[in-house]
C-alpha cells in the first residue's frame, strides 16, 4: 500500500519560498503511469490543486499559480517537492501531497497534510 | 478554469436515511467526475471516479451518477460514519474542486 508523507517548515515569513517535500513509501515513485500532486486546503475551505511532477520531471502547474510554483522529483530517495515563492498570508493552508496512478489526477493516495502558516 | 458548484451547503439527516448530494459544472466535465469523503483532520478519501465507479474498498451504498454538467453523489442509508464533507473534482481540465457539502447528524 502507497503511503505519504509531507515533511517542512509549519511557519514561513512572508515574500520567501515554501518549501516542501512528500516521501513516498511503500511503492516506487518511478512508476509508471503515477502522478504526483501538491494540493492545499486553507482551514475551513475547499481543496485547490497546485501541479503535479512525473517521475521523469515533467510538470504540470495550476494556471493561476504558476508564475510562483515548481516542483521536482528524486527517484533516489523517493521523494517529490514544492516550492512555492513569494508567499503572502492567503497562502497559508494544509499542504497536502497526492498521488494518482491508475486513473490520471485521480487521486488515490494522500499524505496526512501538513499546515503551513505565513506569517511574521 | 471549470468551477463546480456543489448543494446543498449542508445535509441534515439521521442514520439510517438517504443522502442526494449535488454536483454543477460551469461546462461539461463528460464523465470525468470524481467524490471524496473528509473527516475532520484527516486527508480527502477517494469514493467515486468517473462518475459511477467505486474505489477500491468503498461500500455499495456510495453510488455516483450523471455526465456533462450535472451530477450526484447517493449515499443510500447513512451509516454513522458517513457524517463528513464531500467534495467533487472534476480532471476534464486541470483539476478542480467543489466547496463541499457537509452531511451533518440530524
Known amino acids: 500500500q502507497v503511503q505519504l508523507q509531507e515533511s517542512g517548515p509549519g511557519l514561513v515569513r512572508p515574500s520567501q519560498t515554501l518549501s516542501l517535500t512528500c516521501t513516498v513509501s511503500?511503492?516506487?515513485?518511478?512508476?509508471?503511469?503515477?502522478?504526483w500532486s501538491w494540493i492545499r486546503q486553507v482551514p475551513g475551505k475547499g481543496l485547490e490543486w497546485i501541479g503535479y511532477?512525473?517521475?521523469?520531471?515533467?510538470?504540470y502547474y495550476n494556471p493561476s499559480l504558476e508564475s510562483r510554483v515548481s516542483m521536482s522529483v528524486d527517484t533516489s530517495k523517493n521523494q517529490f517537492s514544492l516550492k512555492l515563492s513569494s508567499v503572502t498570508a492567503a497562502d497559508t493552508a494544509v499542504y497536502y501531497c497526492?498521488?494518482?496512478?491508475?486513473?490520471?489526477?485521480?487521486?488515490?493516495?494522500w499524505g496526512q497534510g501538513t499546515l503551513a502558516t505565513v506569517s511574521s | 478554469e471549470i468551477v463546480l458548484t456543489q448543494s446543498p451547503a449542508t445535509l441534515s439527516l439521521s442514520p439510517g436515511e438517504r443522502a442526494t448530494l449535488s454536483c454543477r459544472a460551469s461546462q461539461s466535465v463528460r464523465t470525468f467526475l470524481a467524490w471524496y469523503q473528509q473527516k475532520p483532520g484527516q486527508a480527502p478519501r477517494l469514493l467515486i471516479y468517473d462518475t459511477s465507479k467505486r474505489a477500491t474498498g468503498i461500500p455499495a451504498r456510495f453510488s455516483g451518477s450523471g455526465s456533462g454538467t450535472d451530477f450526484t453523489l447517493t449515499i443510500s442509508s447513512l451509516e454513522p460514519e458517513d457524517f463528513a464533507v464531500y467534495y467533487c473534482?472534476?480532471?476534464?481540465?486541470?483539476?478542480?474542486f467543489g466547496g463541499g457539502t457537509k452531511v451533518e447528524i440530524k
Open positions: 511532477v512525473y517521475y521523469n520531471g515533467v510538470t
Open positions: 511503500g511503492g516506487s515513485i518511478s512508476s509508471d503511469g503515477y502522478f
Open positions: 497526492a498521488g494518482a496512478g491508475q486513473q490520471f489526477l485521480i487521486f488515490e493516495y
Open positions: 473534482q472534476q480532471r476534464s481540465n486541470w483539476p478542480t
